[in-house]
């Protein structure tokens, strides 16, 4: 009996596209969860990828390292001040993580939520996801090590056959495990929010939660790739659109005056910045209110055994309750 009963469960389907569009209406009607997603989009910034000439390539390594010759008190400082403030940021980073989770938990049950509220109940989380954040980046750090060693050693040998075969399994041995680890430590992160269960027992819950959903994982991490894919595509013109009025505003600008064209990038730069904390954060607030959509789903789809603490707190009535909100 208990098999017919469970067999509907595990055949049910993930309903993904319908996930999507109840994340972007979450998102569109409580648009003070943009304040996480800003907040998050801060703690991880994007890299830039700067044009470089070539050409001039050697006299600018000659002149960066007469600079920091003559001013590396000056260097020394800006880099601390910079590395406190990115860590200062990758916290906050956390808090807001877990403000945006436990609001969009609240918004499902129809409950009412704010950033206030969300941001109060984030704070408690934030020694946990950090633990949890240096335990992976320990695990990602360690096996790059491990595979490494074996390609080094090869290169040291001038045995470059070998080192290129090495080096290509490690490369396809590397990209699964980051897969298996981003996404547990993603499943983790829920469990510690939502069901408020201890670090070790919350890795090994998600760890298991993916075993189950490996598959449902994989697709939905290609389907949130996929949109943001395409809002890439859809800004692309609005992006061409204001190179349009830029360069040339700027060109004028450069020929009327000096003054007048150093104010104009300035301006252009803090215009561009602002657009891309925007853009980022508007995906950032999407992607993880989907993510929550979907953990939720799948860990009700999935009623395990390892979990069945974890599921009389949590999972059976996901989100957590409003009271351990506040």
């Known amino acids: 009996m208990s098999d017919t009963n469970e067999s509907p469960q595990k055949k049910k389907?993930?309903?993904?596209?319908?996930?999507?569009?109840?994340?972007?209406?979450?998102?569109?009607?409580?648009?003070?969860?943009?304040?996480?997603?800003?907040?998050?989009?801060?703690?991880?910034?994007?890299?830039?990828?700067?044009?470089?000439?070539?050409?001039?390539?050697?006299?600018?390594?000659?002149?960066?390292?007469?600079?920091?010759?003559?001013?590396?008190?000056?260097?020394?400082?800006?880099?601390?001040?910079?590395?406190?403030?990115?860590?200062?940021?990758?916290?906050?980073?956390?808090?807001?993580?877990?403000?945006?989770?436990?609001?969009?938990?609240?918004?499902?049950?129809?409950?009412?939520?704010?950033?206030?509220?969300?941001?109060?109940?984030?704070?408690?989380?934030?020694?946990?996801?950090?633990?949890?954040?240096?335990?992976?980046?320990?695990?990602?750090?360690?096996?790059?090590v491990v595979l490494a060693i074996p390609v080094i050693y090869l290169i040291a040998a001038q045995s470059w056959f070998s080192a290129i075969l090495v080096g290509i399994l490690a490369i396809a041995i590397f990209f699964p495990l980051i897969f298996i680890f981003t996404i547990t430590k993603t499943y983790a992160e829920f469990y510690i929010i939502l069901s408020d269960i201890h670090l070790g027992s919350a890795i090994e819950t998600g760890y298991l939660l993916l075993l189950k959903n490996i598959g449902n994982s994989i697709i939905f991490s290609l389907l949130l790739f996929a949109v943001s894919l395409v809002a890439g595509i859809v800004l692309l013109p609005v992006a061409g659109i204001a190179l349009v009025i830029l360069v040339p505003t700027g060109i004028t600008f450069f020929y009327l005056s000096k003054i007048a064209f150093a104010i104009f990038i300035g301006f252009a730069v803090l215009l561009f910045v602002a657009a891309l904390l925007f853009v980022s954060s508007i995906f950032q607030t999407y992607k993880m209110t989907a993510w929550t959509l979907f953990f939720q789903e799948i860990a009700k789809v999935e009623k395990k055994p390892e979990a069945e603490e974890v599921a009389e707190e949590g999972l059976e009535e996901l989100p957590a309750t409003p009271e351990k909100v506040i």
């Open 13 to 144: 389907q993930i309903p993904f596209i319908e996930i999507l569009k109840q994340a972007a209406r979450i998102v569109w009607e409580h648009r003070f969860l943009l304040w996480f997603g800003l907040l998050l989009a801060l703690g991880s910034p994007e890299s830039f990828n700067i044009g470089r000439n070539n050409n001039k390539l050697d006299h600018q390594g000659e002149a960066a390292k007469n600079f920091l010759a003559n001013h590396w008190q000056t260097v020394a400082v800006i880099a601390v001040v910079v590395f406190i403030v990115g860590i200062l940021l990758f916290l906050v980073s956390l808090v807001a993580k877990a403000g945006l989770v436990k609001s969009v938990n609240l918004i499902v049950l129809h409950k009412t939520t704010s950033f206030r509220e969300g941001w109060r109940s984030g704070k408690k989380y934030l020694g946990t996801l950090l633990g949890l954040s240096l335990l992976f980046f320990i695990a990602v750090f360690l096996v790059v």
